[in-house]
């Protein structure tokens, strides 16, 4: 079974489309990630949800827009497609470290879906 | 806001040699992570460290972390093959409960 899920795998797109990711994962974590690798593989950190709620929203494009149904799902909506959104986009989910202060742990990743806007 | 910077960009190793990258923050983390990425896939975690002065060992592989939490290595000793891929230290923000600041990375080419 494959602990963190995404599909599509690729997505080919005309700019001005929207589109949608999905992401799911069976690790029974309660926080989640979207991330953003561009073509210099450079890792972004998008959103981030934990039991359901956003706990992170950076400095992303309101075309953007996370949804969290349940704690093992987190999608991601894209409006208006630009070329500049063509990237390799990862969920992640990861258990929180309990201690003094609890963290979250590691990031299991997806396998990513490469999304090309033509 | 932080930055995490790493190097080197990109790291070409002799199989059997030694190689060192590093990860410098600009502000004090709460914790870093490491993760490799092979090419075409996704990144893989390999190690948390917490704690000032933190080193753990995976085998071939020394993690370190600075005394002042703004700093990290990851040592390779006697390179293989299979450490092809691009290595990412991931920092942890103290003020920012869940957020992971990721390096460049540094892309490893190992030749026999």
């Known amino acids: 079974d494959t602990a963190v899920s995404q599909t599509p795998k690729y997505l080919v797109t005309q700019m001005g489309n929207d589109k949608s990711i999905k992401c799911e994962q069976n690790?029974?974590?309660?926080?989640m990630y979207w991330y953003k690798q561009d073509s210099k593989k450079f890792l972004k950190i998008m959103f981030s949800?934990?039991?359901?709620?956003?706990?992170i929203n950076e400095t992303v494009p309101n075309r953007f827009s996370p949804k969290s149904p349940d704690k093992a799902h987190l999608n991601l909506h894209i409006n208006s497609l630009e070329l500049g959104d063509s990237a390799v986009y990862f969920c992640?989910?990861?258990?929180?470290?309990?201690?003094?202060?609890?963290?979250?742990?590691?990031?299991?990743f997806g396998p990513g879906t490469r999304l090309t806007v033509t | 806001g932080q930055q995490v910077m790493q190097i080197p960009q990109y790291q070409h190793v002799q199989e059997g040699e030694d190689f060192t990258t590093y990860c410098n923050s600009s502000?004090?983390?709460?914790?870093i992570q490491w993760y490799k990425q092979r090419p075409g896939g996704h990144p893989v975690f390999l190690i948390q460290?917490?704690?000032?002065?933190e080193v753990k060992k995976q085998k071939r592989l020394t993690f370190q972390f600075g005394e002042a939490k703004k700093n990290s290595s990851l040592h390779i000793t006697a390179t293989q093959t299979t450490d092809v891929g691009t290595y990412f230290c991931?920092?942890?923000?103290?003020?920012?409960?869940?957020?992971?600041?990721f390096g460049a990375g540094t892309q490893v080419v190992v030749t026999p």
């Open positions: 992640a989910s990861s258990p929180i470290r309990q201690g003094a202060i609890s963290i979250p742990y590691e990031q299991y």
């Open positions: 690790l029974g974590h309660d926080t």
């Open positions: 949800y934990n039991n359901k709620e956003l706990i």
């Open positions: 502000t004090t983390l709460s914790n």
């Open positions: 460290l917490v704690k000032s002065g």
């Open positions: 991931a920092g942890g923000e103290g003020d920012s409960w869940g957020k992971f600041q």
